[in-house]
């Protein structure tokens, strides 16, 4: 079964010191290289995801903003 264009499937393993590999075609296509740092982001029902390293402005402003009517 082909992938609709743009969607991709990889498997990782964990090994004992809690650490995967980005398969090669993953980093490729994410621009991902060594040195980088990677936002995980976790829900106990949905799983885990890794979003793309340009949106960590966009993500640290939407959680960390302060909102109407919040005090310190």
Partial sequence: ???PKG???WTATVGEKGQIV???QAR???GIKSGDTLLLLGDEQKGIAIPPKETFSEL???I???KEGDSD
């Fill in 1 to 3: 079964m082909k992938a």
């Fill in 7 to 9: 969607k991709y499937a």
């Fill in 22 to 24: 980005i398969p090669k």
């Fill in 28 to 30: 490729e296509i994410f």
């Fill in 60 to 62: 640290y402003d939407l």
């Fill in 64 to 66: 960390f903003s302060e």
